[in-house]
Structure formats: C-alpha cells, structure tokens
C-alpha cells in the first residue's frame, strides 16, 4: 500500500506544485494592473448629469479624467467613480471660465495652465459633466471587481492605501507576457501583493519537496520489491536544493539589507532555484525512462514521453536563454517577457507529473522475473 499511497500524494502535491506559484504571480499581477489602471476618485454622485463644486484645490485632470486627492483618503474611492469620461470646465476667481476648448492644439498647455491657476488659488468652481465615452480607469465598467470590493470595504481601504503610500509606483500595464512592462518582482512589490507572493512560494516550496519526496519514497519501495534495481535518488538531492533555493527566495524578496551585493545575492538564489529545479526535473525523467518497462504499470508512458521531450525542451531554452541574455543587450522589456514566460511554463512540468503515475487504487503486484 505504501506506493499506492505515495503515487496519490505525489498527484496531489504536483497539482498544488503547479497551481500556486501562477496563483501568486497571477493574483499580484492583477492587483498591480489594478492599481495602475483603476483610478480613485472624490466620493461625489457621479450619475448627476453635471456636478458642481467649490473647491479651495483641484488637481489637474490626468489619467482619463481622474480627480483625485490621494491626500485625503476618505475623500476618494474606487467604487464611486464616473462611468464616462467626464468633460470639466473651470471657473477662475475673475468668474472666467476655462476649458479644453479653449486649447484644442496644445492639451499640455492646458493642464500647465489650470496646473498654475490651481497652484495660485486661482481655480473657485468645477464643473464635471459626463460624455458618451466609457471611462476604463472607472471600476463600475468592471462589474464583478465592482462588486466585490463594493461588499469587502476594508479591500478597498487596503489598496486605496497602498496607492496613496505609493503615488509614483505603478503605471499601466497591458500584458506583461507579451509587452514587458514590468517584471514578476515589480507586481509583487506592494502590499498586499507582497504577503500573497512571499506566502504562497513558501508554502510552494514545502509542496515541492513533498513532491520529490513522495516520489523517492516510490522509488525506494519499487527497490525493495525488486521491481527496479539500485534506481538513482540524485532526483531527490537535486529537488530537495531547488526547494531550499525557492524558499530563501521567498523569504529575501522585498527584504531590503545595508549589505553590499545583497541584491546579487538574490540573483544568484533564483539562479540556483531554476538550475536545481531543471537538473532535477531531467534526473527524475531520465530515470524513469531508464525503469519505464519495469515500472509501466503504474506509469502513463504517452504522458512520460511528453514529459521528456518538454524537459529537453526546458533544458535547450534554458541554455539558449542565458546564452542570448549574456551575449546581447537586450531592453529590459525583452527580459520581462522571458521572465513572465520561462516562470510560468517551466511549472507545466507539475501538471505533467501530476498524470504520469496512475492512479493506482491497489497495490499492483509484478510477477517476479520481471
């Protein structure tokens, strides 16, 4: 019973294995595009069809027509927002009213212009009005974002504070596995994203060595019933050091040392986690393709050839990679792409796994001789 056993973990912390480091970059890249994409805005009722307001100070209109003051918190929301864009004219302390007509040439200038009026206390009265333009930097055009930060109000607190802790920290992104906008550290920068990140690696890297463990475990009981003979437990040294890499990377990111070469040493951490992580992925592979006609009834052999050829794969696009990123100077765009994508393919290799063992629901037992 005990391989039994061991090859149903082995499923299940392979699937966990795969699952939870693209939950954590996918659930930081999202609140990153969240806060560089969705605006914050003043708590008025923006379904009026024209707000007024005196105001002592407004900001200049930026980023599809935000007014925002990121000083006063509780003066601005995500939930409340304007559904279309919003046209404002400015009413100055000579009762003159200003807008973007009157500069249909030069928008800079006209943002310079109420930038100084505002500055100078110049600016008295707002007046916004809504176009038939949809305002994507408003969360109500995204309804099911909308709706839960509508019933979780102290989310939107918690990232309405990030924003105002980090007012310079976060810009649009569209996709950063085809544009490079920013890199994988970069979205999980700010909290919370941070604790989801530095939280679900860790505990990655505890299913990770569950993982190679279960797996030596099935390896050695298949030794001790003489179904394989004297099988090479280098898999497991080599899984066990990516596990350990993984989790002091984990718990460095975002940890900031007065060390000199500190940041290089977290380099060479998440160097190491890739290095052991495929050498180890190929011994096991290896290994198995060695023992494959002893061990086949408990492997799914069409899942294992695929597994081969993608760890093949893995290792020429790993060589290939260094190579191109040492030999070129490639932006920094370029890089981001690779990372995003290299992250998140080289965790295919768990779902594979998680289909190469059967699901064995007894104990298979091998005619001797075999």
């Not at 605006?39 to 009722?45: A, I, M, V």
């Not at 102290?154 to 802790?165: D, I, M």
């Not at 797996?215 to 899984?239: A, C, D, R």
Request: charged residues 20%; positive net charge.
């Amino acid at each position: 019973m005990q391989i039994t056993q061991s090859i149903r973990k082995i499923r299940i912390y392979a699937r966990i294995s795969f699952l939870l480091p693209l939950i954590a970059i996918s659930t930081c890249l999202f609140i990153y595009i969240f806060l560089g994409n969705i605006e914050t805005y003043k708590n008025y009722d923006w379904e009026q069809e024209a707000v007024e307001e005196d105001l002592i100070s407004i900001l200049t209109p930026k980023n599809n027509n935000a007014f925002t003051n990121l000083e006063d918190q509780h003066s601005s929301q995500y939930t409340k927002c304007p559904k279309y864009i919003i046209d404002v004219d400015y009413e100055l302390d000579n009762k003159k009213i200003v807008s973007k007509n009157d500069f249909p040439s030069d928008p800079e200038g006209y943002e310079v212009f109420i930038a100084k009026a505002n500055k100078e206390n110049r600016v008295k009265t707002a007046f916004y009005k809504p176009t038939n333009k949809l305002n994507y930097g408003c969360l109500k055009n995204y309804p099911t974002t909308h709706w839960i930060l509508k019933k979780i109000t102290w989310l939107e607190k918690t990232l309405l504070t990030t924003k105002q802790e980090n007012k310079s920290g976060f810009s649009k992104v569209k996709n950063p596995y085809f544009y490079g906008e920013i890199s994988i550290s970069r979205s999980a920068r700010y909290f919370p994203g941070t604790l989801i990140f530095k939280t679900l690696l860790i505990i990655s890297s505890i299913t990770l060595f569950l993982y190679w463990k279960n797996t030596s475990v099935v390896i050695s009981e298949m030794n001790k019933k003489k179904i394989i003979n004297k099988p090479s437990k280098k898999f497991f040294y080599l899984g066990s050091l990516s596990c350990l890499f993984l989790f002091l990377h984990a718990v460095f990111f975002s940890v900031e040392f007065e060390i000199n070469y500190f940041d290089k040493l977290r380099k060479l951490i998440l160097f190491l986690f890739i290095i052991f992580e495929v050498l180890a992925q190929y011994s096991l592979t290896m290994s198995l393709i060695k023992t494959r006609n002893q061990i086949s009834l408990y492997l799914n052999n069409f899942i294992l050839n695929i597994k081969l050829l993608f760890i093949i794969l893995i290792l020429a696009g790993t060589i290939i990679t260094f190579i191109f990123l040492i030999s070129t100077d490639t932006t920094k765009a370029i890089k981001n792409v690779i990372e995003w994508n290299y992250f998140s393919i080289l965790m295919f290799y768990y779902f594979l796994s998680s289909f190469v063992w059967k699901n064995v629901k007894t104990e298979v037992h091998t005619p001797k001789g075999v």
